[in-house]
């Protein structure tokens, strides 16, 4: 038995984006980054938090079980009759949540033991064994668990389970590292190279980011390591943000896998069962880019946005950026930069 534990915020079954096959993918709680676009608040904070619905809430008049059983007394009845959430006192301890009868409430965040999390997970094996898939960690960010990451990838590598990440590249180098003996696929964010609009954009520097990411190039396959960009317009929407990617990934091998993933506006609802606000309500888009993400947004799981970094793997699927030749075979003439140069020109290259 292994009694290693880790907080989750949701195992997704039958998931087909999160890497080869059919995939059961494991999300985490916590995460350093503060992505305007992020479509999975509940992965943010590092505690278990709660959830509202109110539109299933029954009414204090009908019901009102909660609220003596907050012991923070974050609970009240509104306005309109439904019970109203202080989210600033609660805690997080899911005393309401057992006293709802309507489950207008529920906990984002459960520890789990490895064994707990592989229980879900091998029960659609057979699904894995026909379509070559198994199990992905994603988050919130999974390099702040990383022991409970490292156990968990560990048993179910044991198991003969395909296994896979999907990272900011975020946290300690040591924590990535100590992944990868267990790891057969490494999906890696990289959502800008300019270092101030990625500060505006995510709350962090890609100094970290881009220093790991170098790491990783140096010691692990790079035909199982996939790069992904989400494509927001207003952001980093434009051929020459997929350009300057693309060249940075081709200074450090051309054997990586590149691909573009559409904007989309799936999660913002869930903001609101957290008492939050969505923390980016308008996309300003150029035609270019409006251009752009409807071509993209046709691609799913099946038939990826791919950015070829160089002719051996083909041509790439959109016909903007294969026109503006991104990726075309042409970036074959021309001189890649060097891994000195790209560490002259995004960020410094001593590791502190």
């Not at 992965?43 to 509202?52: D, E, I, T, V």
């Not at 590292?177 to 500060?199: F, M």
């Not at 609802?269 to 957290?274: G, H, I, N």
Request: hydrophobic fraction near 35%; proline fraction near 5%.
């Amino acid at each position: 038995m292994n009694a290693v534990t880790g907080l989750v915020f949701n195992i997704q079954r039958f998931s087909t984006d999160d890497g080869p096959g059919i995939r059961t993918t494991v999300f985490f709680k916590g995460c350093p980054l503060r992505c305007k676009a992020c479509s999975n608040p509940e992965g943010l904070s590092a505690r278990p938090q709660l959830m509202y619905r109110a539109s299933k809430c029954i009414g204090v008049a009908q019901c009102g079980y909660c609220i003596p059983k907050c012991p923070e007394g974050a609970l009240s009845g509104g306005p309109d009759g439904r019970v109203v959430v202080d989210f600033a006192k609660c805690t997080g301890c899911g005393k309401c949540v057992d006293a709802c009868p309507s489950k207008a409430m529920e906990i984002a965040g459960r520890r789990m033991t490895v064994d707990e999390v592989l229980a879900v997970v091998e029960a659609d094996e057979a699904f894995y064994a026909r379509s070559g898939g198994g199990i992905t960690l994603s988050g919130g960010e999974v390099l702040r668990q990383g022991k409970f990451a490292r156990a968990l990838l560990e048993e179910a590598q044991r198991r003969g389970l395909s296994t896979a990440i999907e990272t900011s590249g975020m946290g300690r180098w040591q924590s990535l590292e100590a992944l990868l003996p267990h790891l057969d696929i490494v999906h890696y964010d990289i959502k800008c190279l300019d270092p101030e609009r990625h500060r505006r954009f995510t709350g962090v520097s890609n100094e970290l980011i881009l220093r790991n990411f170098r790491k990783l190039c140096a010691v692990f396959p790079h035909d199982r390591i996939v790069v992904r960009t989400p494509f927001i317009p207003g952001v980093n929407g434009s051929v020459e943000d997929v350009r300057a990617i693309g060249e940075f990934l081709r200074s450090l091998g051309d054997d990586l896998h590149y691909e573009l993933l559409p904007y989309h506006r799936y999660g913002e609802s869930k903001y609101a069962l957290l008492g939050m606000e969505v923390p980016m309500t308008k996309v300003v888009a150029s035609e270019e880019e409006k251009a752009i993400h409807a071509e993209l947004a046709r691609y799913r799981s099946r038939e990826r946005a791919t950015v070829p970094l160089s002719a051996a793997q083909g041509e790439p699927l959109l016909e903007r950026v294969r026109r503006d030749d991104v990726g075309g075979s042409r970036w074959q003439d021309r001189k890649a930069p060097s891994a000195h140069d790209a560490q002259r020109d995004v960020i410094p290259a001593n590791d502190n």
